[in-house]
């Protein structure tokens, strides 16, 4: 009889983790970065995609309707970014300066994000690869440097994304030009789903 009732709880067992088993292989299949990515390249992708949809909806990086998004290859720390320094932080962010993974640049550059743009990897202001334009107003002082901006486009940065925890801070910002440039330290939180940003502790504009 014991061993009838061992057997029965085994079959319910294997039933009830097949369908879990099933369901986590759509997710992953579904997922922009496809059924082989690992799972610290879901978290770190799905943190960057959350964090740029945020800046992009805001309307303080860039007008909408942009035809590429420019991405720094690498971790950007915020103390960068605004030079305040990690022990004035309320939370903690990330101070690596890592390059992206090759499984998470395949990923970023690859794929399509829903409320973004093209996203085109590069080693930051200067690279060759950033299209950019001249826009120098009438009336320009002849001799002076004309300023420049990316057309079409802004160039953005991220902080590194710490590889556990269900609330973090990323540090974030964009430029299009000189004396062009926000961004900010935010916070996220994952509610079971999905990364989302819930606040923004601080914010800063040259």
């Known amino acids: 009889m014991r061993r009838g009732l061992a057997g029965l709880a085994a079959v319910l067992a294997a039933s ?3 369908p879990a088993c099933a369901d986590r292989a759509a997710v992953a299949a579904r997922h922009p970065c496809g059924p082989e990515a690992d799972a610290a390249t879901v978290r770190v992708v799905d943190v960057y995609a959350a964090t740029l949809r945020h800046l992009v909806a805001s309307g303080r990086h860039g007008e909408p309707g942009a035809q590429v998004l420019y991405l720094t290859d690498h971790a950007v720390p915020e103390f960068q970014e605004t030079g305040i320094p990690e022990w004035e932080k309320r939370t903690p962010a990330s101070d690596s300066t890592a390059p992206f993974t090759p499984a998470v640049r395949r990923c970023l550059e690859d794929a399509r994000f829903d409320g973004l743009p093209p996203i085109r990897l590069v080693q930051g202001w200067g690279d060759p690869a950033i299209r950019t334009e001249q826009v120098a107003w009438e009336g ?13 486009g802004r160039l953005f940065s991220l902080g590194g994304v710490p590889a556990r925890g269900t609330r973090l801070a990323l540090a974030a910002g964009s430029l299009a030009g000189e004396n062009d440039a926000t961004g900010g330290l935010f916070v996220l939180r994952h509610d079971g789903r999905s990364w989302r940003v819930t606040g923004e502790e601080r914010h800063w504009v040259t």
């Open 16 to 18: 009830l983790a097949v």
């Open 140 to 152: 320009w002082p002849a001799g002076q440097p004309v300023p420049v901006r990316i057309a079409g």
